[in-house]
């Protein structure tokens, strides 16, 4: 049952630490996206990565954000330093260029 | 600058009516949309799709609506069930650019029994 696998499911941290989100894609898919749900945006597309070359990472604030994809089996999401507004619900996708992607449960960031 | 809009936050429907949930897009290179459904603590998963080649394109209880002159989508869900309540994304890619998935703010479905 192949799925895309997020990890840590939930997380709590203090503002101003540092929060690595991590990702493992469908084994095969070359697309990978990073988005945040939140109650204004919707699903806002933060990162997106085609054969594990960073396409478009527009939406992420570049000051405290970065993604990364060392392999093709794990991409990584880091916030550093962590702020309260960074709280929300961070998905992972992976799919093939022209298909569906394919969401994994998401990563739900608390900072206080 | 919101790309794709659904500008109902929410819709209640009774049991067995229809379902029509709308999307409106602003980038006219858009022309790959999707809908997908996202039940609570879970991540979004795929409905269904259509191509700008097409208007329309039917799956089981699900047909989606394409106007490409309004910039314009919808998902009609009929008979409406009270599994389908989640909220609905509908998304739009450009097959000439990056496909990139943009979406939307998502339509809160409630099914009243």
């Known amino acids: 049952d192949a799925r895309v696998t997020q990890t840590p499911r939930h997380k709590v941290t203090e503002m101003g630490q540092e929060v690595t989100m991590r990702c493992q894609p469908i084994l095969g898919h070359n697309t990978v996206f990073w988005y945040r749900q939140t109650m204004m945006q919707g699903l806002e597309l933060l990162a997106y990565?085609?054969?594990?070359?960073?396409?478009?990472d527009s939406g992420m604030p570049k000051d405290r954000f970065s993604a990364e994809m060392p392999d093709a089996t794990l991409a990584t999401l880091k916030i550093q330093p962590s702020e309260p507004r960074d709280s929300a619900v961070y998905f992972c996708?992976?799919?093939?260029?022209?298909?569906?992607?394919?969401f994994g449960q998401g990563t739900r960031l608390t900072v206080v | 600058d919101q790309q794709v809009k659904q500008n109902s936050p929410s819709l209640s429907v009774q049991e067995g009516r229809i379902s029509i949930l709308n999307c409106d897009y602003t980038?006219?290179?858009?022309?790959?949309f999707l809908w997908y459904k996202k039940y609570p603590a879970e991540g979004p998963t795929f409905l269904i799709s259509?191509?700008?080649?097409?208007d329309k394109n039917e799956d089981g209880r699900f047909t989606v609506f394409l106007n490409k002159s309004a910039k314009h989508l919808s998902l009609h869900i009929v008979p409406s069930q009270p599994g389908d309540s989640a909220v609905y994304f509908c998304a739009a890619s450009s097959t000439s650019g990056t496909y990139k998935y943009i979406f939307g703010t998502g339509t809160r479905l409630k099914v009243l029994a």
């Open positions: 259509i191509s700008s080649i097409k």
């Open positions: 980038n006219s290179m858009f022309d790959y």
């Open positions: 990565f085609r054969n594990r070359a960073p396409l478009d």
């Open positions: 996708a992976s799919g093939f260029p022209g298909g569906e992607a394919f």
